[in-house]
Each structure stands twice: as C-alpha cells, then as structure tokens.
C-alpha cells in the first residue's frame, strides 16, 4: 500500500507552501477525533439551524463518511488560503478573486507533486463545494484550533483563512498531529468573548456553535425568502457576507501577519474590483451588468433579486433622509416583480424616503 510518510509530508509541506497553500498537514480518515465533528453534525441538522441549505441535509452521511466521494480513501491533507481587505459592506473573503477556482487550481498542482512520488494512488480536490467537515481535518491536522467563533484558527495567520483539501488513498504513517482531539477547542481563547460579543444578530448559541438562521452571512448569501425585520434593522450595510466576529478576533491583529504571508498566497480581487461597491447602482442593476459584478468571485452565488433585496435593506440601515439618487433607486425598485424587492424598496422609502 503506498504510504504518505512524515519525509514526504514535509515535501509536500514545502511545495505546498510555493504554490501558495500554507502550513500543510494531514489526518488520517479514521482518527478519533472526527467522532465529535460527526456528532455536532447531526446535531445541527436535527435542530434545523441549517435553514435553507438543504444541500447540508442531502449530503450528511457523506460528510460523515468521505470515502463515500473517494473510495477507498484513507488520508486528507489540509492547508490555508490567507485573505485580506479593507472593511465595506462585502466580506473580505467575497471581494477576492473566486477562492473556489483559485484553491481548487493550487491542490490540483499539489496533487500533481504527490502523484508523481505515489503513483498508484488517487486523490480527489476538496474546496467547500464538497461535502467534508474540512474545519475539524484542519485541526486535527495541527493547522491549529477551532475558536469560539466556530472559524478555525491558524496560530500567526489568524482565522482570516480559507481552506483547501486533498482526499487521497495513501495510508498516513507517523504520529498524529494531533493525538488528543480534545486539544481542538477554544482553549487558546481563554476567557475573551469578543467575538461572541460583536455578532449583530446574536447568532452564536453557545461559544462554537453557531445558528446561522440569524447569521448576517447565511441571510445575505443563503437566505432567499424575506429576512425579519429585526435581522434586516441589524444587518446594517452589509450585503454580502459578515465579517464582525473575524474583525475583533486578536489572533487576526497586527502587520506581523502581512510578514508571514508570501506575496503569491494572497487572493486578490479581479482587477478593477478591489472598490467597494456603489449600492444605489446595485439596487436596479440590469441582469447582464450583475453578471459582470459577479463574474470571477464568490458572489455569483448570490441570484440578483436576492442582492436587490440586501442592497435595498442596507440602503435603507443608513441614517439620514435618502438622497435623491437613492429614493430615485427605492421608486423603482417598488415596482418591481419580486416582493421582496418590492417590500425591502418600500421599508426604505418609509425610513428615508422624506425630503431633505
């Protein structure tokens, strides 16, 4: 049986690291500690907070069970993607180039390089387009550990991460990285709180744990029915994505990050996309001209009624009477075919539609 030994993970570590894919480890599929991950699992499913991602339902045993996508598969490499940017109402992560492509491109040529040494084995690229409970591998891995933010994080690198796998058949020899799953909380967070704290929408349930039926990410990106109004008033301007609880996180101050990070392992925005967004254009934007927003990033997840809707609730957060430009964008929008539209141009147009 061909064996990915530690000389060899430590190979794969340093390329790994050249193509821009940091601190690479590995965990093998059968590792204890994945039982705690499978029991929150289905823990989070039974209760509903999935929402409207059905997918998370369909694919529960796969996750579970990930040579169910790979049979026969034994071993997951992990590693972490760093991103960055300025503050605005589109999460950091969303306004870089698509991170699926972008990751996806970097295992296919870490793959290459483990082939090449293991040629009878097979792999299969994991970005979180594919069902595998990826933030447990990491930290089992001894990528790091898992805060009270739920968000894994990277000692030096923060929890401002991405991350990537590789599912192989290789057989992982040597110690684990970590032998005691029960090293892979919080306990590096101590008392501080200020994650929990900063939530908008007090999703948090408990430290770690997440409901993200009241998460500002989930309703921007997720949420495609109406969002209540008390969690539209807290949204403020954000429209896609929420950063909140990553912004006051300690592990992700200080200039000695951008240090630690090579040139190359950033994802950068398409070029001419690293602005922030003018909203009252967004707020009637023609189908093609979203396509064109979209293209190349994350967002295009995101179908344009729905980021009609966000961009008008945001509009409609700001203080103030509306501009002329933006009650001009409400009018319009009022008469759209989509009620949610409709209703989030409506909700602005009583909050700041008066005249100056």
């Given at each position: 049986?061909?064996?990915?030994?530690?000389?060899?993970?430590?190979?794969?570590?340093g390329l790994a690291h050249d193509e821009g894919l940091l601190r690479l480890g590995a965990?093998?599929?059968?590792?204890?500690?994945?039982?705690?991950?499978?029991?929150?699992?289905?823990?989070?499913?039974?209760?509903?907070?999935?929402?409207?991602?059905?997918f998370m339902a369909r694919?529960?045993?796969?996750?579970?069970?990930?040579?169910?996508?790979?049979?026969?598969?034994?071993?997951?490499?992990?590693?972490?993607?760093?991103?960055?940017?300025?503050?605005?109402?589109?999460a950091r992560y969303a306004r870089s180039a698509d991170y699926h492509t972008v990751i996806h491109r970097r295992l296919d040529r870490l793959?290459?390089?483990?082939?090449?040494?293991?040629?009878?084995?097979?792999?299969?690229?994991?970005?979180?387009?594919?069902?595998?409970?990826e933030r447990?591998?990491?930290?089992?891995?001894?990528?790091?550990?898992?805060?009270?933010?739920?968000?894994?994080?990277v000692p030096g690198l923060g929890s401002?991460?991405?991350?990537?796998?590789?599912?192989?058949?290789?057989?992982?020899?040597?110690?684990?990285?970590v032998p005691d799953p029960a090293t892979v909380g919080w306990d590096a967070c101590g008392q501080c709180t200020r994650?929990?704290?900063?939530?908008?929408?007090?999703a948090f349930v408990t430290p770690g744990q997440l409901d993200p039926r009241r998460c500002i990410s989930y309703l921007t990106i997720e949420h495609r029915r109406a969002i209540e109004p008390a969690l539209a008033d807290a949204m403020g301007?954000?429209?896609?994505?929420?950063?909140?609880c990553q912004e006051v996180c300690p592990y992700n101050g200080g200039r000695e990050r951008e240090a630690r990070v090579p040139a190359a392992a950033w994802i950068e925005p398409p070029p001419g996309r690293d602005r922030a967004p003018d909203l009252v254009e967004l707020a009637n934007v023609a189908s093609a001209r979203y396509r064109s927003f979209v293209k190349h990033t994350a967002l295009r997840r995101i179908p344009r009624r729905s980021m009609r809707r966000n961009v008008l609730l945001a509009l409609g957060n700001r203080e103030g009477p509306a501009t002329d430009a933006e009650r001009e964008a409400a009018r319009r929008a009022a008469e759209d075919e989509d009620p949610q539209v409709r209703a989030a141009a409506r909700r602005l147009l009583d909050r700041r539609g008066r005249s100056r």
């Open positions: 049986m061909s064996a990915l030994t530690p000389a060899l993970l430590e190979e794969l570590a965990v093998r599929l059968d590792h204890p500690g994945f039982a705690p991950a499978r029991a929150r699992l289905d823990e989070h499913l039974d209760a509903g907070h999935h929402g409207e991602m059905e694919t529960r045993e796969v996750r579970k069970d990930p040579a169910r996508m790979l049979e026969g598969a034994r071993t997951v490499l992990v590693a972490a993607v760093p991103y960055r940017g300025e503050p605005g109402p589109v793959a290459e390089h483990l082939h090449a040494r293991l040629p009878k084995i097979r792999t299969l690229v994991c970005v979180d387009t594919k069902p595998l409970l447990a591998a990491a930290a089992l891995a001894g990528l790091g550990f898992l805060g009270k933010h739920g968000c894994l994080i401002t991460v991405l991350l990537g796998a590789l599912l192989c058949t290789a057989e992982l020899r040597g110690p684990d990285a994650c929990l704290d900063a939530c908008p929408t007090a301007e954000r429209i896609a994505g929420c950063d909140a």
